[in-house]
């Protein structure tokens, strides 16, 4: 039997091993895809220091570091249940059911769907499947795209596609509708985008962002937004227009896109075709966290952290014991972070094991603080509130699950 199971092989699953490894625990990561890493697998960008980040050589790294610790890591593996038994929890996967008194749940995040007519069509995939495909697999997604959806995460792998010498002709927003919400309002999504504005390749758009930051500013840059757009990189960003539907027969032809006000609402007899053989959707990420839910952890809505995420304390323990989280599971940030987060996460699970008594709560301590470290440095932020969300989920695990509560809180979850 294993003391510690980790579900999912990405950064935060892969540091929380290490650490609980690195105190003489036995631990079992379980992950469903071919190979660990997650998506550290297709991550590879320039940082503002100059040096590039290469998310294949980090998940390496990270790898063999589990593997010379003796973690036992378990690729093509799908989990599909979790519940305790007695002191034991149960996690059901598609090779039986494993057992520890402890799990690190770290399953990551996915991405929100935007449907539209034509996203069936061979040559339409998510932003993030063209990520993989471009990163992992080394399989070109198509000559000339459009990306649907304009957000961090979407620019962030425009740039990849961009070295891999894929031409993005356009950004277009999607169309206004219940599932697409605020991504396909300009307003909104400039307001997300300026808050990267100091990565942007020109100086001209680093200073026109700083601008934009004013409500009073960005409401007028928007209604005298260019109708072309602005070219980051080559590519068109045009948050004056929006897709309507994806055209072709048997594959990906064109996209037909319409011009919008600044309140996202389709001009009409705007609609014009542009030529393209592949599509990307961008709709954002939101925190996996059905096995939590499985599992009977409570939930709290946070949009500031990208959706519905379990309660959980800055240790990265949920109100279920044995029970921990980290990664984009608990909000969505970078690949550092999430590492930073296993590690604390793991350092956790050892102090509840009762491993490294006198020195543990120190380390436990420091790796709380590298998070915030970690996250004032990031040079990417998904969701610019973020600060704002965490201080939301630290006050709410501090009012429900206080030191002189916290038992009988636990007791009322089980």
């Known amino acids: 039997m294993m003391d510690v199971i980790v579900i999912g092989g990405g950064p935060a699953g892969l540091a929380g091993a290490i650490a609980c490894a690195g105190y003489g625990l036995k631990v079992t990561v379980i992950d469903e895809f071919i190979k660990p890493g997650g998506r550290l697998l297709g991550q590879l960008h320039q940082e503002t220091s100059g040096e590039w980040w290469n998310g294949i050589k980090e998940s390496e790294r990270l790898h063999q570091e589990a593997k010379k610790l003796s973690v036992d890591i378990r690729c093509g593996v799908s989990v599909y249940n979790l519940e305790k038994e007695d002191h034991l929890w149960n996690v059901h996967t598609s090779l039986g059911t494993f057992e520890a008194p402890f799990v690190l749940v770290a399953t990551g995040a996915a991405e929100y769907p935007i449907p539209l007519p034509g996203w069936t069509l061979p040559g339409v995939m998510s932003i993030g499947a063209a990520q993989v495909m471009t990163n992992v697999h080394r399989v070109q997604v198509g000559k000339k795209g459009i990306i649907i959806g304009a957000n961090i995460l979407a620019f962030a792998i425009l740039n990849e596609l961009q070295l891999a010498g894929i031409t993005v002709d356009r950004i ?106 592949f599509v990307c959707i961008a709709g954002g990420l939101y925190p996996l966290a059905e096995l939590a839910a499985v599992a009977g952890c409570p939930f709290q809505y946070f949009p500031e952290l990208g959706g519905h995420v379990p309660h959980h304390a800055e240790t990265m323990e949920t109100p279920l014991e044995g029970l921990f989280v980290a990664g984009n599971i608990t909000g969505i940030e970078s690949g550092k972070i999430a590492m930073a987060q296993g590690t604390t996460a793991g350092l956790s699970i050892a102090k509840h094991a009762g491993k490294g008594l006198g020195t543990i709560d120190q380390q436990l301590q420091q790796a709380i603080q590298n998070v915030h470290t970690v996250r004032q440095q990031a040079a990417i932020q998904f969701n610019y509130e973020i600060d704002i969300g965490r201080s939301k989920m630290k006050d709410l695990w501090e009012n429900l699950y206080s030191t002189n509560r916290i038992e009988q809180t636990k007791k009322r979850i089980v």
Do not use: C
């Open 172 to 277: 277009v927003l999607p169309e206004k509708s219940d599932l697409s919400q605020k991504a396909a309002e300009p307003e909104e999504v400039m307001k997300s985008l300026v808050n990267a504005a100091h990565l942007a390749p020109s100086r001209l758009l680093r200073i026109g962002g700083r601008f934009m930051k004013n409500e009073w500013t960005r409401k007028i840059g928007l209604n005298f937004y260019p109708k072309n757009g602005i070219k980051v990189n080559g590519t068109s960003l045009q948050l004056r227009k929006a897709a309507l539907e994806i055209i072709g027969k048997d594959q990906v032809e064109g996209v037909l896109v319409a011009d919008i006000d600044v309140n996202g609402n389709i001009v009409a007899g705007s609609e014009t075709i542009y030529e393209a053989d």
